[in-house]
């Protein structure tokens, strides 16, 4: 089967986290990928240079592009007027200060996808400074809701604003944009900014707020840790159970499986007072047992309790990633099941000769050459 996005070429400007994400995804379902990383001495050697900080590399191919040299500048451009897809994953104004503007560009190519990715909005009063997952976070309003209750806001990571907001969020825009060029032949801008991305993403709960679910203080309420039934319990080997009991039915055979008044609880769990103690309730009994304990006791029970797998054992016990989509007539690319574990990098002009060959017929010496570490635009060139 072909993947669904084979034959999509992209051009991504290095970066780290939520562009690289969204390429990966990009990637995994078949398109081509060229990263420009800035030049090296040893790229395009027998010695290439250590790979870069970003781990977000799997089927993608690099060369080393000096933007800032001429030769380097009109090589990317030659890039550019043929390929589908741009990632841009600087602040505002970088391209524009390197020529590169977005009128120029889809003047060349009038196929083109830019798609431009930053944190804060381009305009307002955060647009000109720097920040990082949880600054967006914390701007978006989602931080404020997330963490226990008297204690500061906590944010998870960078997984939201970084990849769910930013990365995902990016990689969903271009598929959008090139399901509007199938019909008008025509690309575009497609802007991303992280902010908007995870305010999106918190839109139920914004909304929550204004009902029942979510309508107390941060840690107080069914989602966020203040339900006893919906919240992760400490064990006697010091692992961990994940419960999320929060409809009576499953509720039940959580207190049957923890061997507890069952008709008792269920009266009480119906009033925010007694939370407290319920809560101390379901900490003293997990304490009883390991977690292998208490995996037997709810195997295959709907009980909504889990055990909490860290990546250590997972990857021990071989356990096999994933692609998030299964398309039943166009699947991803195999490699993505095979590395799953994998942390391999992508060193500056690995592979990238390779992929201008195969998508354009370019050889060095004769359409580009390599100088001081980058590619540039041969002057033999007919590009």
Known sequence: MRP??????????????????????????????????????????????TSTADLLTRQKTSIAVDLKSSGGLALLQSILADVDVL???FRPGVLESLSLSTDVLLARNPRLIIARLTGFRGQGPYANMAG????????????????????????????????????????????LALLERAKTGKGQVVENNMVDGVSYLGTMLRHARKTPLWDQPRGQNFLDGGCPWYDVYKCKDGRYMAVGALEPQFFRPLIEGLDLPVEDLLKRREDRAAWPAIRDLLKRRFREKTRSEWESVFDGKDACCTPVLDQQELEEAKHQQQLPIHLESSSGLNAALEEGWACQGLPPGTGGITTLNEWFGWRDGRDFEIVKGGLVKSNRSKL
């Open 132 to 175: 990082h997952d949880i600054n967006y976070l914390a701007v978006s309003g989602v931080l404020s809701q997330l963490g226990r209750s008297e204690e500061p806001p906590y944010a998870p990571a960078n997984l939201l604003a970084d990849f769910a907001g930013g990365g995902l969020m990016c990689a969903c825009g271009i598929l």
């Open 4 to 49: 669904p996005l084979e034959g999509i070429r992209v051009v991504e400007l290095a970066g780290l986290a939520p562009a690289p994400f969204a390429s990966l995804f990009l990637a995994d379902y078949g398109a081509s990928f060229i990263r420009i990383d800035r030049p090296h001495p040893k790229a395009f050697t027998q010695t290439p240079p």
């Open 87 to 89: 990632l841009d994953p």
